[in-house]
C-alpha cells in the first residue's frame, strides 16, 4: 500500500490561548497558496510586504506584481504573522496598555480589530485611518 503525502497548509497564529478566542477573532492564519508561497491572512485581508493590509484577491484579479507583494516564504510568513498577533491580541495579553489599531484605508469592519464588535453605521466600513 502506498504511504499517503501529508502536507501541512494552515498555521494558526494567536496570542491568546483557544479557550480564551472563540471564534479566532485575533487569529492570523499563514495559507500555502501554492509554489512554496504562503499568505499571512487575517478574516478575509492579506497582509502585504510593506505591512499593509489589502482585501485578498480572486484568482483572476492577482497579477504577478500583486503576488509578489502578498506572498512569502514560510519562515517569513510565520514571522510576519507573529508581529500581526502581537500587535492586535488584546492589551493584556500582549503585556503593554495599547488599543488595536484600525485598518482603515476602506476595510470592511469586521475585519478591523478596534472596530470588532462596535456595529458602525452602514456601510459598515472602517472609520478609522490605517496605521
Not at 510593506?50 to 504577478?64: A, K, L, N, P, Q
Not at 517569513?76 to 491580541?89: G, P
Request: aromatic share 8%.
Amino acid at each position: 500500500m502506498a504511504e499517503p503525502y501529508v502536507r501541512p497548509t494552515q498555521y494558526v497564529i494567536n496570542l491568546l490561548p483557544e479557550h480564551a478566542d472563540p471564534g479566532d477573532i485575533y487569529a492570523i492564519t499563514v495559507e500555502y497558496r501554492g509554489d512554496n508561497r504562503w499568505a499571512v491572512l487575517r478574516h478575509s485581508l492579506c497582509l502585504s510586504a510593506d505591512g499593509r493590509w489589502d482585501r485578498e484577491r480572486v484568482s483572476s484579479e492577482r497579477e504577478e506584481e500583486w503576488l509578489d507583494a502578498h506572498r512569502f516564504d514560510l519562515a517569513t510568513a510565520k514571522r510576519l504573522a507573529t508581529e500581526q498577533a502581537t500587535d492586535i491580541a488584546p492589551a493584556k495579553w500582549r503585556g503593554r496598555d495599547s488599543r488595536p489599531q484600525h485598518v482603515g484605508g476602506g476595510a470592511n469592519a469586521e475585519d478591523c480589530p478596534a472596530c470588532h464588535g462596535t456595529n458602525p453605521p452602514y456601510p459598515f466600513i472602517c472609520p478609522g485611518s490605517a496605521s
